[in-house]
């Protein structure tokens, strides 16, 4: 886990998470945050285990920590967060010790997690797409009716 808390204390990811931090500071709906970050880890790593996804454990973390990364700059200049993650991550992952391939794949799993297509598929874009939307406690937020999630994303049963 050397190179994921490389990444918690990488002065990059800390500036975009404080960023994030503050473009959310009055937001009512989910959040993209430490929290977040770590709910997504955390359901991607059963779901590894349990549906034998095989992936490494360092790739799940470092999937889950970037994936939100780029969220203030949606807010800052309606940039895609999913193409602003993408932009910045291979930075942080580079100065963490990823490789090249490494980084490529975390890099697309960034890019496809708002993309409801690669829901099926076998690999780390389908796991954190998945442990993404999974992560929301839709069944216990008060913001539910007025979130614009279709109900068929929503989570209005605890699955998992
Ligand atoms: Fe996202
Ligand atoms: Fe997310």
Redesign the pocket.
């Known amino acids: 886990m050397e190179r994921v808390n490389k990444i918690l204390t990488n002065s990059l990811y800390q500036s975009y998470l404080e960023k994030n931090n503050q473009a959310e500071a009055q937001r009512s709906f989910c959040r993209?945050n430490t929290a977040h970050f770590f709910d997504v880890a955390r359901i991607a790593l059963i779901l590894n285990e349990q549906e034998c996804y095989g992936q490494a454990q360092e790739i799940i973390y470092a999937a889950a920590l970037l994936?939100?990364i780029g969220?203030w700059m949606q807010y800052e200049d309606g940039t895609p967060?999913?193409k602003a993650?993408s932009m910045l991550a291979p930075e942080i992952l580079k100065s963490c010790g990823f490789t090249k391939e490494e980084s490529e794949r975390i890099v697309k799993a960034i890019d496809s997690?708002?993309r409801e297509e690669v829901k099926e598929e076998k690999n780390l874009s389908g796991l954190l797409y998945r442990a993404?939307k999974l992560s929301r406690a839709c069944f216990a937020c008060k913001m539910e009716k007025e979130c614009d999630w279709k109900n068929k994303k929503k989570n209005l049963k605890l699955i998992l």
């Open positions: 993209h994936h939100d969220r967060h999913e993650g997690h708002r993404d």
